[in-house]
């Protein structure tokens, strides 16, 4: 049996483009898109909070961008093999 792969977007403009749509089709891709102004249901959304108490809050580099840069690669990079932390912090893992 074959599997449904859902890509979730949020409604900017931009994720309705034919060109979009027609890549999405071609690949066996279903688009779901969030409801407008649902922040709260798109987890990325979550990670990019925790991103900025973590690593922008009250950060000091604002004159040192390829150390900014640095921390926030490797603040997302710490993600790259899974992480229960950060599925708990989605909402997607709970204890």
């Known amino acids: 049996m074959k599997k449904r792969i859902y890509v979730v977007q949020d409604n900017w403009p931009v994720h309705k483009l034919p060109e979009v749509l027609q890549s999405l089709?071609?690949?066996?891709?279903?688009?779901?898109?969030?409801?407008?102004?649902?922040?709260?249901?798109?987890?990325?959304?979550?990670?990019?909070?925790?991103?900025?108490?973590?690593?922008?809050h009250l950060h000091k580099l604002e004159d040192n961008?390829?150390?900014?840069?640095?921390?926030?690669?490797?603040?997302?990079?710490?993600?790259?093999?899974?992480s229960d932390p950060l599925l708990r912090y989605v909402g997607l893992l709970l204890d």
């Open 25 to 56: 089709q071609n690949n066996d891709l279903t688009p779901l898109f969030l409801p407008t102004y649902a922040s709260w249901l798109n987890q990325i959304e979550k990670l990019w909070r925790w991103l900025k108490q973590v690593v922008l």
């Open 65 to 82: 961008l390829e150390s900014l840069r640095t921390q926030v690669r490797n603040f997302l990079d710490s993600f790259i093999w899974g």
